[in-house]
């Protein structure tokens, strides 16, 4: 049997620089971390989480930029590619169509770099992007 953790923090800065922290104490749900990383964005402005903090999300978008940045970085990639990362990471199936609207939205965001290669579209995670998500993203302690 599997214990999960009794206790989760996040703690996090505002746009204002100002230190957020949240808690759990009880049983903690991939549900619960989900909404509060959806605070998180929410009080922070652009989202600055980790791939880890990403990955544990209930959410595709966020589980696919968790892949990208913990697998995909310092490469190009095809959201052909993207996808098969995805689906072998938390098996789980994935439209195309869907990937490739992610991935518009981190490139929108400044996640993402797009350019137009043959034969389509190659998206590259911006170095600074890197650099800024993992220095300045919220911080998960379990006990």
Do not use: W
């Amino acid at each position: 049997m599997k214990m999960r953790p009794r206790r989760l923090k996040v703690e996090f800065y505002d746009s204002d620089g100002v230190r957020h922290s949240i808690a759990i104490d009880g049983p903690v749900t991939k549900e619960k971390v989900a909404k509060i990383l959806d605070l998180v964005e929410l009080m922070a402005g652009t989202p600055q989480t980790s791939p880890t903090a990403l990955a544990l999300s209930s959410r595709k978008f966020d589980k696919l930029a968790s892949t990208i940045i913990s697998q995909l970085k310092g490469r190009g990639f095809t959201s052909g590619e993207a996808r098969k990362a995805f689906e072998t990471t938390f098996r789980e199936k994935i439209p195309l169509s869907t990937v490739s609207t992610y991935l518009t939205r981190l490139a929108d965001r400044g996640v993402l770099e797009r350019e137009q290669e043959k034969p389509g579209l190659v998206y590259r995670v911006k170095i600074e992007e890197q650099k800024q998500s993992l220095a300045r993203g919220p911080s998960l302690q379990t006990s």
